[in-house]
C-alpha cells in the first residue's frame, strides 16, 4: 500500500492508502485514468478519469488549481494524487509537504 491523495470534485481531499494496481486506481476515478503533471515542480502527478468531460464528469476546481493544463483546460470527475514513480517504474507515496498543501 501507498499513501496518496484523493481530490473529489465535491468534497474535501483527503488521503487515502491504496494498492498500486491499475485496476484501484480505474476504481477511484470511475473509469480509464489518465496521468498528468502538477504544478509546483512537485515530484508527483495526478490521475484522473480520461473520458471525465464526455462522461459529463463534474467540475473538480481544486484538482484544476494543482495541474498543469492548457489554458481554458479543466479536470471533471476526481483525482487521485501520487508522489511520482520511482527508477523501476513504481509509484511512490505522495510527501508530507504535498499532503499539507492538498489536505485543509
Known amino acids: 500500500m501507498i499513501r496518496g491523495v484523493l481530490i473529489p470534485p465535491d468534497a474535501p481531499a483527503y488521503v487515502v492508502n491504496v494498492t498500486p494496481t491499475l485496476e484501484m486506481f480505474q476504481y477511484l476515478v470511475g473509469g480509464d485514468i489518465e496521468s498528468i503533471p502538477l504544478l509546483g515542480g512537485e515530484h508527483a502527478f495526478g490521475y ?57
Open 48 to 104: 484522473i478519469n480520461a473520458e471525465g468531460k464526455m462522461l459529463m464528469l463534474p467540475p473538480n476546481p481544486m484538482a484544476t488549481h494543482h495541474a498543469s493544463l492548457f489554458l481554458g483546460d479543466y479536470i471533471a470527475g476526481p483525482m487521485l494524487v501520487l508522489g511520482g514513480v520511482d527508477k523501476n517504474g513504481n509509484e511512490t507515496e505522495v510527501s508530507d509537504d504535498l499532503i499539507a498543501r492538498l489536505v485543509s
